[in-house]
């Protein structure tokens, strides 16, 4: 939307994700999008309703869509991507298209999901109210984005050895959102029953260089508008990975890497949802409900 903060470079998120797709067609760094998946299909598995059409926004090569398909709850899904060549991959129907710009009409969808992409669009707000105009009554929004806690180990060693060299940082890792203020953009673009939950996940690297390579293999290095342009340079590199080794080696010899999914859940307002009871129609004060008993427990007879 006009006047949106630049956060992210779109036309790098699209170039990596091209570049990850035509490199390889190895899924072994898409351990986080395969657990997202699993949770999905559990979530909508015990949903009693059907979901004949479908979205899935920022679709990656469809590794989510083609674990839900197997749903039999949910009907067609289309794939939206804007990496053409990422998108090439993918089973089904499927449009290129930016997250911030969904080519659905109003009232056309039934379910819309998203694996671990809209923390990375620039006007999530406005991404979730186009969702919020594309869903039917009573359609369900179903979202995994990367919170907060993700990569703070990494964040922590890259800050101290740029200060430590250089007397300053530039921004490396993504500034993600936290679960509360997730929680509260859903009630704002108008999605009714929001519910918000994190899942902190420790992930283990036999060394700094060995996460550092995973990331590049999931396409999702630094991606921020702000980067510095210039290459990093290897005095900094191995400062970085002293530090992190330094800071949060484990025993073993290995080293963390945290990753917090928040999961967010929302329906378009329908009639035949439960509303909450409107001020004042309660029929018994609370604090009677609260008042201790008159008779001691312990007290036989």
């Not at 959102?177 to 420790?202: C, I, K, T």
Request: hydrophobic letters at 45%; glycine letters at 8%.
């Amino acid at each position: 939307m006009p006047g949106a903060p630049r956060i992210f470079d779109q036309r790098l998120i699209r170039a990596r994700r091209d570049r990850i797709a035509a490199k390889s067609a190895s899924t072994e760094a898409d351990f986080l999008l395969a657990r997202v998946a699993d949770d999905f299909v559990e979530r909508l598995g015990i949903v009693r309703r059907e979901f004949p059409l479908a979205a899935n926004i920022g679709a990656y090569h469809g590794l989510l869509s083609e674990r839900l398909r197997e749903l039999p709850n949910v009907g067609e899904i289309i794939d939206v991507e804007a990496a053409v060549g990422c998108l090439q991959r993918a089973g089904g129907p499927k449009i290129a298209a930016r997250d911030e710009a969904l080519p659905f009409a109003p009232r056309s969808l039934d379910l819309v999901v998203s694996g671990l992409s809209l923390h990375l669009v620039n006007d999530l707000p406005g991404t979730l109210l186009q969702i919020n105009r594309a869903l039917k009554p009573d359609g369900l929004l179903l979202v995994a984005l990367l919170g907060g806690e993700t990569l703070k180990e990494l964040r922590e060693a890259w800050l101290l050895a740029e200060s430590e060299l250089f007397g300053g940082a530039s921004p490396r890792v993504a500034p993600f959102a936290d679960v509360r203020e997730l929680g509260g953009l859903l009630q704002r673009a108008g999605f009714a029953l929001p519910v918000a939950d994190s899942d902190l996940l420790r992930a283990t690297y036999e060394s700094p260089l060995a996460l550092m390579r995973e990331i590049k293999a999931m396409g999702a290095s630094n991606m921020l508008s702000e980067r510095r342009r210039t290459p990093v340079s290897k005095r900094l590199l191995l400062r970085a990975c002293e530090i992190y080794q330094e800071q949060f080696e484990l025993p073993n010899g290995r080293v963390p890497a945290t990753f917090e999914i928040i999961t967010l859940t929302g329906w378009v307002p329908h009639e035949s949802q439960q509303k909450p009871l409107a001020p004042g129609s309660a029929q018994v004060r609370l604090a009677d409900v609260l008042k201790p008993s008159s008779r001691n427990p312990s007290t036989k007879g």
